[in-house]
């Protein structure tokens, strides 16, 4: 069974279970973005090799963000690859710790947040292999590694979480901005939830068609503006 789905013609989703990764093929080599829960590595190689590309060239590894679900295996993968790392300035204390969240992050309200952190999130526990950040991130900042990856900062899921805007394909990495299991709904965890929304909300104002998420289905279709439909008029509890 295949655990890759071919997004555009040089972006692919790597499903671990309920955490996505994401590879992008550039000029460059590779770039991962993300890095799944810890003793992932040879899961997220075995699904690079399904979408016909080498592990080994993978370049460039970007963290989204730096909870223990995106960045627990980078370290090995960076050990293995020779990845330059870059992450938000303000997620360096989580990753170069090895820390899974910040103090004061809450569950999302509701039965199903509640489950699903019960079930997914609490098993995982609290530390994972700290490793080095070789670049910082930030803020309306273009990557060079590919020209049009566009950096926008979206704080609230934590205070370093970035979204990635590929204008040349129309898609928007979202990472934990929020998430698409069950229809769009916020992240199970959150430092604060109002920041985040406006982060989705902000987000929603650029060009893309398509969304796709650290967890849950890509969005196709019209992706920014059903992010802006859906937490417009989203109450916080």
Not at 59 to 82: F, M, N, Q
Not at 140 to 145: K, P
């Amino acid at each position: 069974m295949s655990n890759t789905l071919q997004i555009t013609p040089r972006l692919w989703q790597l499903k671990m279970g309920m955490v996505n990764a994401y590879l992008i093929k550039t000029n460059d080599g590779l770039v991962l973005v993300d890095a799944g829960w810890p003793n992932k590595a040879d899961a997220i190689f075995a699904a690079v090799r399904q979408t016909g590309l080498n592990p080994t060239d993978i370049r460039h590894l970007i963290l989204t963000h730096g909870h223990i679900d995106h960045a627990g295996s980078a370290a090995e993968v960076k050990r293995r690859t020779g990845a330059k790392v870059y992450a938000h300035a303000a997620d360096l204390e989580l990753i170069t710790k090895g820390e899974a969240e910040h103090p004061g992050t809450t569950v999302t309200p509701g039965i199903i947040p509640a489950i699903l952190y019960l079930i997914f999130i609490k098993p995982g526990g609290t530390k994972y292999e700290s490793l080095s950040v070789d670049q910082t991130i930030k803020e309306g900042e273009t990557l060079s590694i590919a020209n049009d990856i566009e950096i926008i900062h979206t704080p609230g899921h934590c205070a370093g979480h970035v979204a990635l805007l590929m204008r040349q394909d129309g898609v928007l990495i979202a990472g934990d901005i929020c998430s698409n299991v069950m229809g769009l709904g916020y992240s199970i965890l959150n430092e604060d939830r109002a920041l985040a929304r406006q982060s989705i909300l902000h987000v929603a104002t650029y060009p893309f068609e398509q969304a796709v998420f650290g967890h849950g289905n890509p969005l196709k279709k019209r992706a920014n503006q059903l992010l802006k439909e859906k937490f417009m008029d989203t109450k916080l509890k």
